[in-house]
């Protein structure tokens, strides 16, 4: 727990804290021993990250949140594109190009309000992969429509699966911080 002046207070032992991926060197048989202190022992803050550490897994899975928002707004850069080059080779008007828009939006919300706990039934992130991996065919697949009914479907579908991994992204993302 942390106490008044920003210290934390240990109590876990050296196994826990330092895991299985450590090896018998001298950087972690210091560890060891820091942790061999009394339970209550105070430490700061710094001390105590440093301990911890901050390795190549928590570098990989920071970056998975963050692939999401990437991937979120990637969807609406193509959207600004797709719009001005379908409405000079479909010669459509801007109603309809703002309703091909506007249908990943109408998606994405859809799906937020309708799937928003399904990260908690399923886990985070096999429903955050599902959404990504969901984005991803139906945002190719919109590369190959080739009547607007068919781009507005798949375009919904992108919203849609935007929807439902962009709960379980952000939750992945407050955790880590």
Known sequence: YIT???SVCCKCTGKQLIGNEMSNSDESKKLKDDF????????????A?????????????????FFFCCL???EIIVLSVVGIMVRCE?????????????????????????????????GRKPVALAGAIGVTIAG???????KYWHLAVLRGLVGVFIGVSIGPGLALTAEIS
């Open 4 to 6: 008044n002046n920003l």
């Open 36 to 47: 061999d202190k009394e339970p209550d022992a105070e430490i700061d803050i710094n001390e």
């Open 49 to 65: 990250m440093e301990t911890a550490g901050f390795g190549c897994g928590n570098i990989l899975f920071s970056l998975g949140p």
């Open 72 to 74: 979120e707004g990637g």
């Open 90 to 122: 479909w010669e459509l008007t801007t109603f309809w190009v703002t309703a091909l828009q506007i249908n990943v939006f109408i998606g994405l919300a859809l799906a937020s309000l309708l799937f928003s706990g399904s990260g908690d039934k399923f």
């Open 140 to 146: 190719l697949l919109c590369g190959l429509a080739t």
